[in-house]
């Protein structure tokens, strides 16, 4: 059963240029949120997405937007970076029945902007 | 908004004692919350999580935690440290159920001490 997959797991872009990180859910999941996580912080929730929409934002500018397709991967994208947009990306999955009230998260996209 | 703290940024205990990370939270509807692991350069591991059933949680690895409501805390513990236990452990808080945003601690260092 194959966990959350990321690619890629390094990348390094300059200042100004656009990025995008993709996010393979869980076999069977449905929802797919991403976060950030700066150096020595904990994550920070950047939205959500299920069917195909963003469910929920968090506090994150618009250059933040992302996309689900309809296997339920998911890319997310940043334009215009800044040095401040170094960080650890995570993408988590986790299915829509609530019941299981679980999210998984796959190992990240380490994101470093010179 | 639900937040969690995270008491300690750095905790070191010796190889066999007791370990305690504590996590208070602010919520004004019932949590749900979790503790994460994260081991160096990957993504997190769920350890435990309550979803208001039992107040106390076992979990992966040894671990366990009280929910306390009068003291809103969900403190994790582990009656004898083992060296694979150093890691960042986080602790977090569901907005409603916990396939939606998280809100991450600022992370507890769990360093052992042979």
């Known amino acids: 059963d194959a966990g959350v997959t990321q690619s890629p797991t390094h990348l390094i872009k300059t200042r100004g240029q656009q990025v995008t990180l993709r996010c393979s859910p869980k076999s069977g999941h449905d929802t797919v949120s991403w976060y950030q996580q700066a150096l020595g912080q904990g994550p920070q929730f950047i939205f959500q997405y299920y069917e195909e929409e963003e469910r929920q934002r968090g506090n994150f500018p618009d250059r933040f937007s992302g996309h689900q397709f309809p296997n339920y991967s998911s890319e997310l994208n940043v334009n215009a970076l800044l040095l401040g947009d170094s960080a650890l990306y995570l993408c988590a999955s986790s299915l829509e029945d609530r019941a299981t009230d679980t999210q998984y998260f796959g190992p990240g996209t380490r994101l470093t902007v010179l | 908004a639900q937040s969690v703290t995270q008491l300690g940024s750095h905790v070191s205990v010796s190889e066999g004692a007791l370990v305690l990370l504590r996590c208070n939270y602010s919520s004004s509807v019932p949590p749900y919350l979790f503790w994460y692991v994260q081991y160096p350069n990957q993504g997190l591991q769920l350890l435990l999580k309550?979803?208001?059933?039992?107040?106390l949680v076992k979990g992966i690895n040894g671990f366990e935690a009280e929910f306390k409501k009068s003291e809103t805390s969900f403190h994790l513990t582990k009656p004898s440290a083992h060296m694979s236990d150093a890691a960042e452990y986080f602790c977090?808080?569901?907005?409603?159920?916990?396939?939606?945003?998280?809100?991450f601690g600022t992370g507890t260092r769990l360093t052992i001490i042979p």
């Open positions: 309550y979803t208001s059933a039992a107040t």
């Open positions: 977090a808080v569901s907005d409603n159920f916990g396939n939606e945003k998280l809100t």
